[in-house]
Each structure stands twice: as structure tokens, then as C-alpha cells.
């Protein structure tokens, strides 16, 4: 399996190609400009699209998902909760972001799929077992996956804009709740092994362990 993972648009929102060895790949969070790059390594890497996978509706998150799943005929997978905001991103929003959508207009892929907390996808040889993880936004899921590494076999997490590098999602946009947010974190990441790596939705990758050890907002934890 290889993994690759890159800023995109003003918000530097990381997007994550998945792929395995036999070429079959999924696309993580296309947020904004992100089509672009998506449609580079996918053709000089030879993959085949088989879904994008959204870990929740924010704006920053979902701006190019309809581009890139159409793009290749592939269906959107995202939480019902938040599937609202592939249409109408301003729901999601705080009033002066919300400012910036006036001019611009969102509607869904043309295929989406309703992902659940214990769903498992399989594309591929590929398999992600589905999380549940409000408080950032109501919908906010993670993704793992079991992957062989250089240091053994972990679990990779691609874990949105839940758990980051010395940090936690933001929980002052509309329907976040930092209660809900923290007990997300201590039921699905904080269960996982220290070796556990996250992929986040911004800023550089960490792991479990890192993060119980040493992140100032899980301390009581």
C-alpha cells in the first residue's frame, strides 16, 4: 500500500491518494484546488479511482469532491450527517466564512454514498473500517486501514480534523461540541495501539502514543 498526501488551497487542507501494489487507489478530502494534483499522480502512477472518501462536509474538505468523483465515475462516501454541506457548504460555516460562497455554487457528486460508524469499505484489495467521530462536525468520520510498514504491520488512520499534532478539532463552527469531540477521541483513537499512525486533515502525521504522551488538550483524558 502507498499513501500519498499533500496541502491543497488556501485552508492547506491535506488530501490523501490510497492506493495498493496492483494500482487500485481511493481519494481522501479533495479540497480545494485539489483536482488538479489528484489528476497528475493519478495518471503518472497509472491508479484506478474506485471512490473519494470524505472524512466530514466541511468546506475545506469537500470543495473539489464533486469534480474528482465525477471526474472518474467513482461515488462520494460521507457520513448522512453531513452530507448536506456537499450542496449547501455554507451550513457549516461560521457567517464571515459563509461571506465567501455568494458567488459560488456547490451541488453533490453525482454518486454518494452514506457511510456509517462499524461500516467496512473494501475497494481493491483495500479495506477501511468506518469511525464515527463527532464534535468537529456532526458527520465527522475516520477511516482505518491495516498497512505493512518498514516497522511492521500498524494501523493508519485518516482521521480528518479530529485529532492533530499537539492539537484538537475546532469546535466553534455550527453544530461542534467539544464534549462530543473529546469523547470521540477517547473512544476511537485513543483505544488504538501507540504505534497507530494519523494522517490528519492538516499539519504533519502523529501517532497515538505521541499524542496521549504529550497533547495538551487530552490530558484529561
Known sequence: ????????????????????????????????????????????????????????GHLDHIWNARQVADHYGVPAYIHPEDRVMLSDPGKGLSLDLSAMLKDLTFTEPAEVVE?????????????????????????????????????????????????????????????????????????KFLTLDDDAVVLPGHGPSTTVGRERRSNPFLRDL
Open 1 to 56: 500500500m502507498q499513501i500519498i498526501g499533500f496541502p491543497a488551497g488556501m485552508f492547506q487542507t491535506n488530501c490523501y491518494i490510497v492506493s495498493d501494489a496492483a494500482g487500485d487507489c481511493v481519494i481522501v478530502d479533495p479540497g480545494q484546488d485539489a483536482e488538479g494534483q489528484v489528476r497528475r499522480q493519478v495518471s503518472e502512477a497509472g491508479l484506478r479511482p474506485w471512490a473519494v472518501l470524505l472524512t466530514h
Open 115 to 187: 457511510v456509517f460508524d462499524g461500516d467496512t469499505l473494501r475497494f481493491g484489495s483495500m479495506t477501511f473500517d468506518v469511525d464515527h467521530v463527532p464534535g468537529h462536525s456532526p458527520g465527522s468520520v475516520s477511516f482505518r486501514i491495516m498497512a505493512d510498514t518498514e516497522e511492521g504491520r500498524r494501523t493508519i488512520v485518516l482521521g480528518g480534523d479530529v485529532l492533530f499534532q499537539d492539537g484538537v478539532g475546532r469546535t466553534d463552527l455550527p453544530a461542534g461540541d467539544t464534549d462530543v469531540l473529546m469523547q470521540s477521541i477517547a473512544k
